[in-house]
């Protein structure tokens, strides 16, 4: 907690304003998991590199498991020869991210892009996080206990000041959340490592404002 006072003269008919910086923390537990995945084909023909994104995008949809992205891009596959570009066929790519209740139904996923033939896929990262929802639930949790933290700051400074404080503004900021980092998946399996929904610490901040007379 930091505080500080403020006043023209300590006289007491002046009134003191005093400032107050408080903080509220919280253990939470992640309720989503995310799963960032790209997939990638080749064909000797445009429209046969997208169709097998689309067959891909048509099977994960199938597993019913809440999903963003989708964005794709295609291009010719080239490199250079003696003195010139030489281009032979397509390659194509899609991005996407899904957000598990269940760290196991990331077995589903990769079992699913198993049984395709004809591309490979790549997971960049996996994490637990806190969903805007909980987050928001929690937060209003941390405000409420910085409000009576407030309250009875007033009650005890009144006395130690031998004045009548009141709270003149309340400002908040935050919350600040602590993620932990991105876990790399440099190789797969059909099952899947599933890593732990390690705790996550959560932060809300006061700034208090008093007038005592």
Not at 28 to 51: F, G, W
Not at 108 to 119: N, Y
Not at 136 to 157: H, W
Request: charged fraction near 25%.
């Amino acid at each position: 907690m930091l505080l500080s006072l403020w006043a023209l003269s300590f006289a007491q008919d002046n009134p003191l304003r005093v400032f107050v910086s408080l903080t509220q923390s919280a253990q939470i537990e992640p309720d989503i998991y995310t799963v960032l995945l790209t997939i990638s084909t080749e064909a000797d023909k445009e429209v046969k590199a997208l169709s097998l994104l689309g067959r891909v995008d048509r099977e994960l949809s199938q597993l019913g498991l809440p999903y963003s992205g989708g964005t794709y891009w295609v291009d010719r596959k080239c490199f250079m020869g003696k003195n010139t570009q030489i281009c032979e066929g397509f390659r194509a790519q899609a991005l996407y991210q899904f957000r598990l209740k269940d760290v196991k139904e990331q077995d589903l996923i990769i079992q699913k892009l198993a049984q395709v033939e004809g591309i490979s896929f790549t997971i960049h990262g996996t994490q637990w996080i806190v969903s805007a929802n909980v987050q928001e639930a929690k937060k209003q949790e941390l405000m409420f206990s910085l409000l009576d933290r407030a309250t009875a700051f007033t009650t005890e400074i009144s006395k130690k000041l031998k004045r009548e404080c009141q709270i003149e503004s309340i400002t908040f900021d935050g919350p600040l959340l602590h993620l932990p980092k991105y876990v790399d998946a440099k190789s797969v399996s059909v099952s899947a490592p599933q890593p732990t929904k390690d705790l996550q610490t959560i932060t809300v901040f006061m700034r208090l404002s008093l007038v005592c007379k």
